[in-house]
């Protein structure tokens, strides 16, 4: 019991490294911000106090969005994994989801966990993606796309923009 819960919270992490690291430091900023906060409030600078709370919130919406995207990355990462294990090895599967880091972590972690990660690996790197590529390629075109609800559609639902699933 306590191996499979382990085991569980393993893949959990080990699906979408870059999220679970922009969250903690999310969460580290709005803990010093906090403390920040109501040192300034102790010390009675109204600024000061509305300032570090604005900041902080600015924060919370960067966490929300990285456990957004953790979930995500998590049900794309059992999406893979079953279209592997029940059709084997396909290089469309892996080009599909070749936009995103986040998404390319998935997708390798679901690999190795069906037999095929070596394999993987390879397609990522012949399609010229390296450790270094973390932006997704829509956002390296034009930063602004972010803000778009498409950008968001794909980013959050996974699996609704594969083609010959």
């Not at 900041?55 to 456990?67: C, D, E, K, N, R």
């Amino acid at each position: 019991m306590i191996k499979d819960f382990a085991l569980r919270h393993n893949n959990y992490l080990r699906v979408a490294p870059l999220p679970h690291f922009v969250l903690g430091l999310c969460i580290g900023m709005i803990v010093t911000l906090g403390w920040l906060a109501a040192e300034f409030y102790r010390d009675g600078h109204s600024l000061g106090f509305a300032t570090s709370v604005a900041i902080a919130l600015s924060w919370t919406t960067g966490a929300f969005f990285s456990v957004a995207d953790i979930i995500s990355r998590h049900r794309e990462y059992l999406r893979i994994r079953k279209m592997l294990a029940d059709k084997g090895y396909s290089e469309k599967i892996f080009k599909a989801v070749a936009a995103s880091r986040c998404q390319r972590d998935a997708a390798i972690w679901a690999a190795k966990q069906t037999g095929y990660g070596c394999m993987a690996k390879k397609v990522y790197h012949s399609l010229g993606y390296r450790w270094y590529h973390l932006m997704p390629d829509v956002l390296v075109k034009n930063p602004f796309r972010v803000f778009t609800p498409s950008f968001l559609k794909t980013a959050f639902r996974p699996g609704k923009n594969l083609k010959g699933e």
